[in-house]
């Protein structure tokens, strides 16, 4: 699917929802978290994204937390999602679930 029929679909979901510009690649699909739908990114393309424009890896991760996935832009901010991989060698990043709330554990 590209991205124009992603662009469509998210649209039909919920036509105030926000696009990550630049990132179009990470698009995965969207979620709905206390009745708002919003676009779904994958943390980790959207880095690699970053990198491929000529950012070393460790200031795309912190161009990419500060700028892209912590800036809220409204009600249809876009969610970034880092995902289980059965072959990741190595744990997920501890400072990626710095924000959740210990209340829903």
């Known amino acids: 699917m590209d991205f124009n029929e992603k662009r ?3 649209a ?3 036509e105030e ?4 510009t630049g990132f179009e ?3 995965i699909g969207y979620v709905s ?3 708002k739908t919003v676009a779904l990114y994958e ?12 950012m070393s890896e460790e200031e795309a991760e912190n161009y ?7 800036a809220w832009v409204g009600d ?20 990626a679930c710095e924000n959740r709330n210990p209340g829903l554990d």
């Open 64 to 70: 990419f937390e500060f700028n892209v996935q912590g």
């Open 33 to 35: 978290i206390f009745n």
């Open 76 to 95: 249809g901010t876009p969610a970034f999602a880092v995902l289980f991989r059965p072959s990741q060698p190595e744990a997920p990043r501890v400072d």
């Open 8 to 10: 469509s679909i998210l």
């Open 17 to 20: 929802a926000l696009l990550a």
């Open 43 to 54: 943390s980790e393309k959207c880095v690699q994204i970053l990198v491929g424009q000529g």
């Open 25 to 27: 690649d990470a698009l």
């Open 12 to 14: 039909w979901v919920n």
